[in-house]
């Protein structure tokens, strides 16, 4: 059920899970799809976006980089304190595979742990590429260990799993398994790369997009996609590979709060 107004929810749990990575869980029964996002309110500081990484029966959890004021702050609560939540929005993931990959880069691995959860439970069979600058910066290892997912790490300087690009480990499983969609998240630059590979091997493909989210409810505009004015909060964050071919911002530039153009 959407949260419209902010729930002020305790801080259950709170898992460091790499380098200026932590994950806090809250006790509150969600129902969210995997991609969707909530709003997260710090009173007398400012509210943020993030992707839902972890989702049980009574349970959810938000994994946050810290960069910037808002998440440094965040980083300092401890378990008891309160943040305010609304949500989830936006559209997810479809779940209707059998064979699949999923790539992610950095923070934008976090909404692929949760997708990776619930297809597990539909017995799909996954391959999960996490990628990151080094190994300190790696999520979720012990994560898909256990729940038996199999699992392959990328690091840039090669200190652990291997040495180069996500993408290239993707190349190589297509090559070698039959695999029937691909998902991704991360920086833009690797879903680029991600959308033209599978543009080469026939696959649909999937990705999720960030972008500057002011309501998150589709009505203030400021995350519209040019030239399509596809709205990030309301019509993603969640697109397919067909889709973000229409839009000519990707991988270009982005807006920041005031709605100036920003290279990628």
């Given at each position: 059920?959407?949260?419209?107004?902010?729930?002020?929810?305790?801080?259950?749990?709170?898992?460091?899970?790499?380098?200026?990575?932590?994950?806090?869980?809250?006790?509150?029964?969600?129902?969210?799809?995997?991609?969707?996002?909530?709003?997260?309110?710090?009173?007398?500081?400012?509210?943020?976006?993030?992707?839902?990484?972890?989702?049980?029966?009574?349970?959810?959890?938000?994994?946050?980089?810290?960069?910037?004021?808002?998440?440094?702050?965040?980083?300092?609560?401890?378990?008891?304190?309160?943040?305010g939540?609304?949500?989830?929005?936006?559209?997810?993931?479809?779940?209707?595979?059998?064979?699949?990959?999923?790539?992610?880069?950095?923070?934008?691995?976090?909404?692929?742990?949760?997708?990776?959860?619930?297809?597990?439970?539909?017995?799909?069979?996954?391959?999960?590429?996490?990628?990151?600058?080094?190994?300190?910066?790696?999520?979720?290892?012990?994560?898909m260990?256990?729940?038996?997912?199999?699992t392959?790490?990328?690091?840039?300087?090669?200190?652990?799993?291997?040495?180069?690009?996500?993408?290239?480990?993707?190349?190589?499983?297509?090559?070698?398994?039959?695999?029937?969609?691909?998902?991704?998240?991360?920086?833009?630059?690797?879903?680029?790369?991600?959308?033209?590979?599978?543009?080469k091997?026939?696959?649909?493909?999937?990705?999720?997009?960030?972008?500057?989210?002011?309501?998150?409810?589709?009505?203030c505009g400021?995350?519209?996609?040019?030239?399509?004015?596809?709205?990030?909060?309301?019509?993603?964050?969640?697109?397919?590979?067909?889709?973000?071919?229409?839009?000519?911002?990707?991988?270009?530039?982005?807006?920041?709060?005031?709605?100036?153009?920003?290279?990628?």
């Amino acid at each position: 059920m959407e949260i419209e107004q902010p729930v002020m929810l305790e801080i259950k749990k709170i898992v460091d899970e790499a380098k200026d990575l932590k994950t806090f869980i809250f006790r509150y029964k969600l129902s969210a799809k995997p991609g969707q996002f909530v709003i997260v309110w710090l009173p007398r500081v400012d509210e943020k976006p993030f992707s839902i990484s972890f989702q049980d029966n009574d349970r959810f959890g938000i994994t946050v980089f810290k960069v910037g004021p808002f998440t440094e702050k965040l980083f300092k609560l401890r378990v008891g304190d309160k943040v305010g939540i609304r949500g989830p929005y936006g559209n997810g993931f479809s779940l209707r595979r059998k064979r699949v990959v999923l790539v992610g880069g950095g923070c934008g691995t976090a909404p692929l742990g949760f997708l990776a959860d619930e297809l597990k439970k539909k017995n799909v069979d996954i391959h999960y590429i996490i990628g990151a600058r080094n190994k300190e910066c790696l999520l979720f290892e012990k994560r898909m260990k256990i729940a038996g997912i199999k699992t392959y790490f990328a690091t840039d300087d090669g200190s652990y799993g291997f040495k180069g690009y996500t993408t290239d480990l993707l190349k190589e499983i297509i090559s070698k398994h039959r695999v029937d969609k691909v998902y991704t998240c991360g920086p833009e630059i690797m879903m680029k790369f991600v959308v033209d590979i599978c543009d080469k091997a026939g696959l649909p493909c999937e990705l999720s997009l960030e972008r500057m989210l002011k309501c998150s409810m589709g009505i203030c505009g400021s995350c519209s996609l040019d030239p399509t004015g596809w709205r990030v909060c309301k019509d993603g964050p969640v697109f397919t590979g067909e889709q973000i071919k229409k839009v000519t911002e990707f991988c270009s530039y982005k807006r920041d709060f005031s709605g100036k153009k920003i290279k990628l």
